[in-house]
C-alpha cells in the first residue's frame, strides 16, 4: 500500500463554518506535510509532523490547525477562513531514514481542492 | 536557505522525442537530494526520479533520467521517448539529508514547468 488517502475530495464552505481535512496513510511514515498550492504555483508548506509532534510551522495563520492524533492520520481544522484560502490543500508522507544519506521521497495524496465562499 | 529554480515556464515537445526540462539549485547543505515530481490536471504529486548531492552517477527510472551537474549546481530531468500522458507540471524539489529536523524535513520547490506533448 502506496497510497496517501486525502477526503475530501472537494470542499466548498463558507467563512464562518468550520470544516476539517482528513489525511491517511498505513506505510508506517512518521513525517507528515500538509501543502497548499494556488493555481499555476508550486506547493507551499505549511505544517510538518515528525514521530506525531509538530515540528515545522511556516507561520501559518491560526484559522488553520493541525492535528495529528496517531501515526496514520493528519488533520487540518479550517475555521473563519478568508476567500483568498480557495487552493488544493496537499497532504504528503514520508519514512524517517536510519541512515543519514538515505533517500525516502515524500508520497502525495490527490488533495482537497478546497473554495471559499 | 534552499533555492530551486525552473526557468522554463512551459515547454513543447513532439511525441516520441526527448526533451530536457531545467533546474538550478542553491543549498548550504552539505548534503541534499534533488527530486523531480509530474503532477496532472488531476492534482496528484507523483514522485518521478531522486538524485543524491554524493552520487556519482547521474539517476535514471525508466524513460526519466536526471542529468545532474554538481559543480554548476543543476539537475536537469531528461523525458526520452515523449507520451501523450507526460503532458502535465514538472516540478524539481530538494531537501536537506542528515542531521535532523528544519531543511532535513523541509521539501523546497521551483515554479513547475508546465510540459506539453503534441501528436
Known amino acids: 500500500d502506496t497510497e496517501v488517502t486525502q477526503t475530501p475530495k472537494h470542499l466548498v464552505m463558507g467563512m464562518t463554518n468550520k470544516k476539517s481535512l482528513k489525511c491517511e496513510q498505513h506505510?508506517?511514515?512518521?513525517?507528515m506535510y500538509w501543502y497548499k498550492q494556488k493555481a499555476k504555483k508550486p506547493p507551499e508548506l505549511m505544517f510538518v509532523y515528525s514521530y506525531e509532534k509538530l515540528s515545522i510551522n511556516e507561520s501559518v495563520p491560526s484559522r488553520f490547525s493541525p492535528e495529528c492524533p496517531n501515526s496514520s492520520l493528519l488533520n487540518l481544522h479550517l475555521h473563519a477562513l478568508q476567500p483568498e484560502d480557495s487552493a488544493l490543500y496537499l497532504c504528503?508522507?514520508?519514512?524517517?531514514?536510519?541512515?543519514?544519506?538515505?533517500?525516502?521521497?515524500?508520497?502525495f495524496g490527490q488533495g482537497t481542492r478546497l473554495t471559499v465562499v | 536557505a534552499q533555492k530551486i529554480t525552473q526557468t522554463q515556464p512551459g515547454m513543447f515537445v513532439q511525441e516520441k522525442e526527448a526533451v530536457t526540462l531545467d533546474c538550478t539549485y542553491d543549498?548550504?547543505?552539505?548534503?541534499?537530494?534533488l527530486f523531480w515530481y509530474k503532477q496532472p490536471s488531476s492534482g496528484e504529486m507523483i514522485f518521478l526520479i531522486y538524485q543524491g548531492s554524493y552520487d556519482q552517477q547521474n539517476a535514471t527510472e525508466g524513460r526519466y533520467s536526471l542529468n545532474f551537474q554538481k559543480a554548476r549546481k543543476s539537475a536537469n530531468l531528461v523525458i526520452s521517448a515523449s507520451q501523450l500522458g507526460d503532458s502535465a507540471m514538472y516540478f524539481c524539489?530538494?531537501?536537506?539529508?542528515?542531521?535532523?529536523?528544519?531543511?532535513?524535513?523541509?521539501?523546497?520547490f521551483g515554479k513547475g514547468t508546465l510540459l506539453t506533448v503534441n501528436p
Open positions: 506505510m508506517g511514515h512518521r513525517a
Open positions: 543549498t548550504s547543505d552539505p548534503s541534499y537530494g
Open positions: 504528503a508522507s514520508r519514512k524517517i531514514g536510519s541512515r543519514d544519506r538515505e533517500n525516502t521521497e515524500a508520497f
Open positions: 524539489a530538494m531537501r536537506g539529508l542528515g542531521g535532523s529536523g528544519g531543511s532535513n524535513y523541509k521539501l523546497t
